[in-house]
């Protein structure tokens, strides 16, 4: 079954302490993006990633990392979470960056920083 | 800032009738989209309309592009309990980011 797959689904974690988020597709997608949602702000872009090695920010990028080493995988990582970084995380998937191709999303990873 | 905006920002109807969302953005696109999502789930991709398209439909989907006012509207058709959802727009203005609007929340009323 095509899906894209993130763990953890939630987690509760104190401010300082470095976190990952995994992402992995198994559609050989090329493109692949992490997004934030939070309540009347919609889905706000943290950082895309257009292939293997290649990443960029997205609007939101302050706090937070990526990594392209697998066409597979696309970790998020929060080297120090702050409360602010409190929300809902989305990672999405798409064939090809080239013109806005339709995304796939995985079910999201709930984040409470306190 | 964000590019598209949907109004209304929620909207209750019963099972039957029509909804209509539409979607404003302020740049000129490549193409524009519209995503479900259900109540704590992942965005679901509904349909694609390019910028050289004025109307698409899928099923009970009518979705429409003005691009000369800079808005779309998505109508789903005799409309179901299970649309129940909120649905969100996204543009493309070519390059590779996508920005979506905060979404309208539907509830259909059985």
């Known amino acids: 079954e095509a899906q894209v797959t993130q763990n953890p689904r939630y987690l509760i974690t104190v401010t300082g302490k470095k976190l990952t988020v995994t992402c992995s597709q198994n559609?050989?997608?090329?493109?692949m993006s992490w997004y934030r949602q939070d309540p009347g702000l919609g889905l706000r872009q943290i950082y895309y990633?257009?292939?293997?090695?290649?990443?960029d920010k997205g609007d939101v990028p302050e706090g937070y990392k990526v990594s392209r080493k697998e066409k597979r995988n696309f970790p998020l990582i929060l080297e120090s979470p702050s409360p602010n970084q409190t929300s809902l995380y989305f990672c999405?998937?798409?064939?090809?960056?080239?013109?806005?191709?339709?995304?796939?999303f995985g079910d999201g990873t709930r984040l409470s920083i306190l | 800032s964000q590019q598209g905006e949907e109004d209304p920002q929620a909207l209750s109807i019963q099972e039957g009738e029509n909804a209509t969302m539409n979607c404003s953005y302020k740049?000129?696109?490549?193409?524009l989209q519209w995503y479900r999502q259900n109540s704590g789930r992942g965005l679901v991709h509904l349909i694609l309309?390019?910028?050289?398209?004025r109307e698409k439909h899928s099923g009970r989907l009518r979705v429409t592009l003005d691009t000369s006012k800079k808005s779309s509207s998505l109508l789903i058709t005799a409309s179901r309990a299970a649309d129940t959802a909120s649905y969100f727009c996204?543009?493309?203005?070519?390059?590779?980011?996508?920005?979506f609007g905060a979404g309208t929340r539907l509830f259909v009323k059985a």
């Open positions: 999405a998937s798409s064939l090809n960056s080239g013109a806005g191709q339709p995304q796939h």
């Open positions: 309309i390019r910028s050289n398209e």
């Open positions: 996204a543009t493309n203005t070519g390059g590779f980011k996508t920005i």
């Open positions: 559609m050989n997608h090329e493109y």
């Open positions: 990633s257009m292939n293997v090695e290649v990443t």
């Open positions: 740049t000129s696109i490549n193409n």
